[in-house]
């Protein structure tokens, strides 16, 4: 697992929990441009793949 969202107030849609699983795959491996997603994903999913990419890479 690599990470859990739970802030009553990180959705204003209401309160929603995220669960993150990452794997790597060796020969898919390839970078994520986090600066160009920022503006494209909602709420704190940037921050979710940051995370993410911490654990992962």
Avoid: C, I
Wanted: glycine share 4%.
């Amino acid at each position: 697992m690599s990470g859990v969202w739970d802030a009553p107030d990180r959705s204003p849609r209401g309160h929603y929990v995220t669960v993150a699983y990452a794997t790597v795959v060796q020969a898919l491996r390839s970078s994520v441009v986090l600066t160009d997603l920022s503006e494209r994903l909602a709420f704190d999913h940037v921050d979710n793949l940051r995370e993410a990419t911490a654990v992962t890479l």
